[in-house]
């Protein structure tokens, strides 16, 4: 009965307000200040144009009303606009047979972003799954100020994600780790050693040593002092949040911050660096003997400048998944 209160009451806090909604719900999100009918909404947005194209007004199967739409793309993620109870949503899906088949075709749209590649489709699908955070601001905005605009378009526009996977391999009273593309070239060489407290990453071509993270142990929260080319680069601290894993970092670069995406049994982290999306780390669940028996990671990253910070990022992650 206990549990079941907690339950309760962390569910009666969750949906209390539009803050709070937003901080715990994952690809879906309200729009408190919204409150113009939908198809005054929808005639604002026709002629703007989005990353998933311009929008449409159709149905979904789990509204009986009619909404806006978003796509869908290529790979079958949209986005979907409805009143409910009197408050707007924005949510993601990738289930094209929620809509109907024949419009959902005419509005089909094709991005550089969301791609159905074999066993790294669902890491793809994470990019889409981010897309309710970007159109909520751009709603939010029109509902203030009445100005329909879609300020995020070139920036989802350029991104172009290189794809690393990141394979642990196996080292007695050691922790090595190797950062692969797809074409398996190693970039990265990470070591680690006992009592694992501090991991190198050095250049796998020049040898030189590129990030170096500690592992502060006498803290209630875990804490990491990551440094870049023998310069601190600064300190990331677990966030206390009760729906999702968060970490932030004030470096010289500006304010990082990483926040676990997924509610699924696997980590899925994405990264922003000033508010800036510059990358995902996924751990990599398969069949496939190596990924059940090490802790093997894939990277997104939508610029090559961002490769060693995230893999750094990723490490420390793993790190605290174990003291965890």
């Avoid at 969750?14 to 113009?36: I, L, R």
């Avoid at 100005?147 to 920036?155: N, Q, R, S």
Wanted: aromatic letters at 14%; one cysteine or more.
């Amino acid at each position: 009965m206990a549990t079941l209160l907690v339950i309760q009451g962390i569910t009666a806090w969750t949906v209390s307000d539009a803050k709070s909604y937003n901080e715990t719900m994952d690809g879906m999100k309200q729009v408190p200040s919204m409150a113009k009918p939908l198809d005054e909404v929808f005639r604002a947005f026709e002629n703007v144009e989005t990353p998933l194209g311009f929008p449409w007004m159709g149905k979904v199967q789990s509204s009986e009303d009619p909404c806006i739409i978003y796509g869908p793309s290529q790979a079958g993620s949209f986005l979907y606009c409805w009143y409910h109870f009197g408050e707007f949503y924005v949510s993601e899906c990738d289930d094209v047979s929620w809509l109907d088949e024949a419009e959902a075709e005419k509005h089909k749209v094709k991005t550089s972003w969301d791609r159905d590649a074999d066993d790294l489709g669902q890491l793809y699908h994470l990019t889409a799954k981010l897309l309710p955070d970007f159109y909520w601001n751009m709603f939010e905005d029109y509902a203030v100020d009445g100005v329909a605009a879609c300020k995020f378009l070139d920036g989802f526009r350029e991104l172009r994600p290189d794809v690393y996977i990141f394979n642990e391999q196996f080292a007695i009273a050691e922790q090595d780790y190797e950062l692969q593309d797809l074409d398996g070239n190693v970039h990265y060489l990470l070591h680690g050693a006992i009592p694992f407290k501090t991991f190198r990453l050095s250049d796998a071509h020049s040898g030189e040593e590129v990030f170096k993270i500690t592992r502060r142990l006498l803290h209630a929260l875990p804490q990491y002092d990551i440094y870049r080319r023998g310069e601190k680069y600064g300190r990331v601290a677990k966030q206390f949040d009760l729906t999702h894993e968060s970490f932030k970092m004030e470096t010289p670069d500006g304010l990082l911050e990483l926040r676990n995406f997924s509610a699924t049994f696997t980590d899925q982290f994405v990264a922003y660096l000033n508010d800036y999306l510059i990358g995902t780390i996924s751990e990599r669940t398969t069949l496939n003997i190596r990924d059940m028996v090490y802790d093997n990671f894939i990277i997104m990253a939508f610029e090559p400048q961002h490769v060693p910070l995230m893999a750094t990022l990723t490490v420390m992650l793993e790190s605290f998944k174990e003291r965890r």
